[in-house]
């Protein structure tokens, strides 16, 4: 941060909610709007590489996928399927020589290994402990066992967002996620994307996906423990102990999508847009203070980059606005083949940042 801005106070004023999201990648930013979605990156040659690509979206396709608790599991799935392209141009791009970037077939591997120890970590790992401390199972003392295996989730959780933060590469992301959050706030306040103007504001947002995934969490312990799991048990005529216990994680596989719906609906449809109500600050503050070990004070070359993605983001925003009025603008470079098109009125959502 420029000595300038240390000295300045946070400028305070009228929020403008916006749809605008993002998160953080290897040595960058992507950004997404309403029509499209843009990733910037700085090269080890300090330049800034910015692309941007049209955004597909499901829901537009059918009106059930915008329905509530569904529009949450769409908005997820769309949310990481960028992430993963956003990943794979970061991850082409940031390392310092041709042997230390990634090819796609890295990435893949990368990609699917993080899914299998995810479910290990926070699925399997948690049901077998919870099993071992209190010496039950979730079919024979439901009211003990599912609180357990919450905790232990979120104690698992929380583990490894504090390893994975002492990791160097990972310790800058977390920087630009902090200059991802600023930017936001930056802009929600109507203020100029300039450098000493996003420094003024912190690193924490509402509509973390941080806050977003301790939600997830809460929420689970409670929908888990509406899981008849003895009866489920007891109809499939399962009695041993280990054969309980796969009921209940393929139970919670199954039922994810809905926790993870009622979560978005918490997290950011509503809290999200009243986020000055007092009762939404104290709702959220859990999260908001997880989201000091996610996100760290970003340098001003950080902050350039997310800049160049939001300022992506909205010169689409901006042009379409344009062409709304009727206005004549200048035509778009040509798309990627594989993008297609949003409507204007049709990709409302509120996604994660």
């Not at 420029?2 to 106070?9: I, N």
């Not at 139970?251 to 986020?275: D, F, M, Q």
Request: charge should be negative; proline fraction near 5%.
């Amino acid at each position: 941060m420029t000595d300038t801005a240390a000295k300045l106070p946070v400028l305070d004023g009228p929020v403008t909610h916006t749809h605008i999201g993002g998160q953080a990648v290897l040595e960058g930013i992507m950004m997404r709007g309403r029509y499209n979605w843009a990733v910037a990156v700085r090269t080890p040659d300090g330049e800034i590489h910015c692309e941007e690509h049209d955004l597909a979206s499901g829901a537009t396709k059918h009106s059930w996928m915008r329905w509530p608790v569904v529009r949450g599991c769409v908005a997820l799935v769309e949310t990481l399927a960028l992430a993963m392209q956003a990943f794979s141009v970061s991850a082409s791009l940031a390392g310092d020589s041709e042997e230390e970037q990634l090819t796609s077939k890295e990435i893949s591997i990368t990609m699917a290994l993080g899914a299998v120890l995810a479910i290990v970590f926070f699925i399997l790992l948690p049901v077998w402990l919870t099993n071992l401390v209190t010496q039950t199972t979730a079919a024979n003392n439901p009211l003990l066992w599912n609180p357990v295996d919450g905790l232990i989730r979120v104690a698992a959780f929380f583990a490894y967002i504090w390893a994975i933060g002492r990791i160097g590469d990972i310790k800058r992301v977390f920087a630009y996620h902090g200059a991802e959050h600023k930017t936001i706030h930056a802009y929600e306040h109507n203020l100029p994307l300039d450098t000493d103007v996003i420094q003024r504001y912190e690193t924490l947002h509402v509509r973390c996906g941080t806050s977003f995934l301790l939600m997830v969490m809460i929420v689970a312990i409670l929908v888990f423990s509406l899981v008849p799991v003895r009866l489920i048990a007891a109809s499939m005529g399962l009695t041993a102990g280990w054969q309980i216990s796969l009921i209940a994680i393929v139970s919670r596989l199954a039922l994810l999508p809905v926790v993870a719906g009622l979560a978005y609906e918490i997290t950011v449809k509503w809290a999200g847009n009243h986020s000055e109500n007092p009762f939404v600050r104290v709702l959220l503050w859990p999260g908001l203070q997880m989201q000091r070990m996610t996100t760290a004070e970003p340098d001003d070359s950080m902050v350039e980059v997310a800049v160049a993605a939001m300022s992506a983001i909205v010169a689409r925003e901006d042009r379409e606005a344009a062409l709304a009025r009727g206005e004549v603008v200048e035509p778009l470079e040509p798309a990627e083949p594989a993008d297609t098109r949003v409507p204007a009125e049709a990709d409302d959502e509120e996604p994660l940042t």
